[in-house]
C-alpha cells in the first residue's frame, strides 16, 4: 500500500488532485496489484501463499520507500503520520472517505456473505458452484485497501493491519460460528479504537499504537479466559482427564489387588503425587466405588464392576 500512497501524494502535489480521494485511488491500485502479483508469484514460483505475500509485501514496501527518497525537492511526505497515525489531524475529506467506504464494505459483507464464507473456506467447491472466485477476490481486496486508507490518519499504515488482524484473531477465540465472529471482530476492534484513544488522549502517547496495545489486551484475555479455547479451559480440562485416568488406575489396581491398600500406597504403587491421589479417592467414595475401612481401601459392588470391566477392556 504505502508505494501506490506515495504515487497518490505525488499526485497531490504535483496535479493538485484531492489529498484524500488521490490515496484512495493509489491504494486501491495497491490492493489489486499485490492481489495479481500474490497470485503470480504462488502459481508460476513454485512459492507457497505465505511465501508469496511476504515477498510481494515486502518488496511493495521497499518501493515505497525508494519512491518516498526521489520526491521532488520542496515536498513534504509525513511518513510517520501515514505509518502510526495521527487522528487529531483528521479534516473533513477523511470523514467522507470513512463515510462512504464504511456501507460500501459494510454492504459487500452482508450481501455477499455466502460467497465470502465459501471461497475462504473451499476455493475449489466456490468455483464448482458457480461462484466467480477470482472477481469476489480482487473486490475484497480492493475493498480492504480503501479501508486501510480510510484508517491512515486514525491508525496509520502498519497499525490498521493490527486493527485488521487481532480484533478477528481475537473473536476466533470465542467462537466457531463465522456470522458471531464478524459481529464480535467489528465489537472488539470499536472497544480497542475508543479504550486506545482515550488511553492516548489522557498519557500523550501516539494514538495508533495505544489502540493496538488495547487490541492485543483484548486477544490475550480471550485466549487465557476463552471458555471453550482458553488456556484456563484447556488446564482445567487436562486437570480433568488426568484425573479421571487416575481414578480408573486406582480401580484397576484395586481389582487386581485382594487386600485393601491405604491412599499412601495406592500413590506409590501408581507413582502419583499425593495430593492427586486423595483427590481422586474422594471422588470415587463419592461416586460409591470405594469404601474406607480400617485397613485401607476396597471396592463396593459397583466399583469391582467397573474396575474388572476396566481391566478386561484394557486386554482388549
Not at 225 to 241: D, I, M, N
Not at 297 to 311: E, F, H
Request: aromatic share 10%.
Amino acid at each position: 500500500v504505502l508505494a501506490f500512497i506515495v504515487v497518490g501524494y505525488l499526485g497531490v502535489t504535483l496535479e493538485g488532485l484531492s489529498f484524500v480521494w488521490s490515496l484512495f485511488l493509489g491504494a486501491l491500485l495497491a490492493g489489486l496489484f499485490t492481489a495479481i502479483g500474490i497470485s503470480l508469484v504462488s502459481r508460476f514460483a513454485r512459492a507457497k501463499e505465505d511465501s508469496a505475500i511476504g515477498i510481494v509485501f515486502t518488496a511493495m514496501f521497499a518501493l515505497g520507500v525508494v519512491l518516498i527518497s526521489l520526491q521532488p525537492k520542496g515536498t513534504h511526505f509525513d511518513l510517520a503520520c501515514f505509518l502510526f497515525g495521527e487522528p487529531l489531524s483528521i479534516k473533513s475529506e477523511d470523514f467522507t472517505s470513512i463515510a462512504i467506504i464504511t456501507p460500501l464494505v459494510l454492504g459487500y459483507v452482508i450481501f455477499g456473505y455466502r460467497g465470502l464464507k465459501i471461497l475462504s473456506f473451499d476455493p475449489q467447491m466456490a468455483e464448482a458452484i458457480g461462484i466467480r472466485v477470482h472477481v469476489l477476490h480482487y473486490v475484497f481486496m480492493g475493498f480492504l485497501a480503501g479501508t486501510v486508507v480510510a484508517a491512515l490518519r486514525t491508525v496509520g499504515v502498519i497499525m490498521s493491519i493490527a486493527m485488521l488482524i487481532t480484533p478477528a484473531a481475537t473473536a476466533y477465540q470465542l467462537t466457531d460460528r463465522l456470522s458471531t465472529m464478524l459481529v464480535l471482530s467489528g465489537l472488539f476492534g470499536a472497544v480497542a479504537a475508543v479504550m486506545g484513544f482515550l488511553m492516548a488522549f489522557v498519557l500523550n502517547i501516539p494514538t495508533g499504537p495505544s489502540m493496538v496495545l488495547f487490541a492485543t489486551a483484548i486477544f490475550i484475555l480471550a485466549v487465557i479466559f476463552s471458555p471453550k479455547y482458553g488456556l484456563l479451559e484447556a488446564a482445567f480440562r487436562k486437570r480433568s482427564v488426568r484425573r479421571h485416568i487416575l481414578e480408573e488406575d486406582v480401580l484397576k489396581a484395586l481389582v487386581k489387588q485382594e487386600n485393601p491398600l491405604s491412599t499412601r500406597s495406592l500413590a506409590e504403587r501408581l507413582e502419583a503425587a499425593g495430593a492427586d491421589m486423595s483427590a481422586a479417592v474422594r471422588a470415587l467414595k463419592k461416586s460409591g466405588m470405594v469404601a474406607a475401612g480400617a485397613a485401607g481401601l476396597s471396592l463396593t459392588d459397583a466399583g469391582r464392576t467397573r474396575g474388572t470391566n476396566l481391566v478386561r477392556s484394557h486386554r482388549l
